[in-house]
């Protein structure tokens, strides 16, 4: 792997990256790991709020800052999206312009500065994880409780006008071929697929004895593809399925407990998650959204056995081949039983090898150094 001569990059980071435990971080973990295999001198800043600072990230970096997010009502009033308002900083902007070097803002919540006058002199660029609008505009639909339910329809309105913002970006580094498509009329649009922690497939070859749904169940959307798995295709099977993830809520604790051949695992440790996700049969992974791309589906490729997912799931991923493709409650359970007696074997092994190379993160991050450094050396 070629390596890089001092090349210096700020990175504009919606959270600490560390534990990388959801989509978002994830991809900015990997991708700061990867870079930096690369010899890319990262500087990196973070928003700081519900994690503690992480000593791991200053191994990986050049230096590492933290700024407080504004977590207050006054700025769910601004006309500015609450996802980018809070997270403004004089004295980001100040330490971005010091160095004027070239950024990458993670995600449109970090695009305050994008385009600012005292950054004219670094070369801008914008990750962006999601199509935010579509993403805000499916949460809103999805969420039950009135006053979130209101809360997130007016982001979606918000970020839909703030969207355009991104003309201003010297190129964005979109995850999908979808976002690709959408955001090419914005600017300059490359596709550079999520980065994760694996590169390699784990799976065992063999068989198991239940299924698996997991995801951070306190998100709507996760939740509402629990109970989906649950009422309409699980209660009538007579096989294993576990749910497992983070703060269920009562509503899904009490239909899981209605259902003798149904567990719920609640806040699984890493290591206990990635047991149940090998051991497993099948992974069954269906969403009501499709953006971005599902680490989750990356996670159980790697390491799991058979998957089961819905176009939504799958969308322009190029890993159509590696999972069944089911759409109806009766095609679920039909799949479901069919592959229940069929062993994962290392042909299926080899084939999700390959299919995968497309998401090698060294190749990935090579590609934004080829496109931020272009006379790599």
């Known amino acids: 792997m070629v390596r890089l001569k001092s090349k210096h990059l700020h990175i504009v980071a919606l959270n600490i990256p560390f534990?990388?435990?959801?989509?978002g971080v994830i991809d900015i973990f990997y991708k700061i790991k990867a870079l930096s295999s690369l010899g890319v001198k990262v500087h990196l800043h973070c928003f700081e709020y519900g994690r503690e600072k992480a000593d791991v990230l200053n191994t990986m970096c050049?230096?590492?800052t933290y700024y407080p997010r504004k977590m207050n009502w006054i700025t769910i009033l601004s006309k500015t999206p609450f996802i980018v308002k809070s997270r403004t900083s004089i004295q980001l902007l100040?330490?971005?312009s010091a160095k004027p070097i070239p950024i990458i803002f993670e995600g449109l919540h970090c695009c305050a500065y994008l385009n600012h006058p005292k950054l004219k002199d670094n070369q801008q660029f914008v990750r962006t994880h999601n199509i935010e609008q579509d993403y805000y505009k499916l949460l809103a639909k999805s969420e039950k409780k009135f006053g979130y339910k209101l809360y997130l329809y007016l982001e979606y309105l918000k970020i839909k006008r703030y969207e355009s913002n991104l003309k201003h970006a010297k190129g964005l580094l979109t995850i999908s071929d979808k976002d690709r498509a959408y955001f090419k009329d914005m600017?300059?649009?490359y596709l550079v697929r999520a980065f994760h922690p694996d590169n390699k497939v784990h799976s065992k070859i063999g068989h198991g004895t239940y299924a698996l749904y997991h995801g951070n169940l306190a998100v709507a959307e996760n939740e509402n593809a629990a109970l989906f798995l649950i009422q309409k295709v699980f209660k009538h099977l007579k096989y294993n399925l576990v749910i497992a993830g983070s703060k269920p809520t009562k509503k899904l604790q009490?239909?899981?407990a209605k259902h003798p051949y149904i567990s719920l695992i609640q806040n699984p440790k890493s290591t206990v998650l990635n047991a149940l996700i090998q051991d497993a049969h099948i992974q069954v992974l269906p969403t009501d959204q499709a953006t971005g791309t599902k680490l989750k589906l990356l996670k159980a490729l790697h390491h799991g056995r058979h998957c089961i997912v819905n176009r939504k799931?799958?969308?322009m991923t190029g890993l159509e081949k590696c999972c069944a493709i089911v759409e109806t409650p009766n095609e679920w359970i039909h799949k479901i039983n069919e592959l229940a007696s069929v062993d994962f074997n290392s042909k299926d092994k080899t084939l999700r090898q390959e299919l995968l190379k497309s998401y090698d993160c060294k190749l990935e991050a090579a590609k934004i150094a080829s496109i931020i450094f272009p006379q790599v050396q």
């Open 62 to 64: 050049e230096t590492v």
């Open 94 to 96: 100040h330490n971005l």
């Open 254 to 256: 009490n239909e899981v």
């Open 19 to 23: 534990p990388s435990n959801y989509g």
């Open 313 to 315: 799931m799958i969308a």
């Open 187 to 189: 600017s300059k649009s």
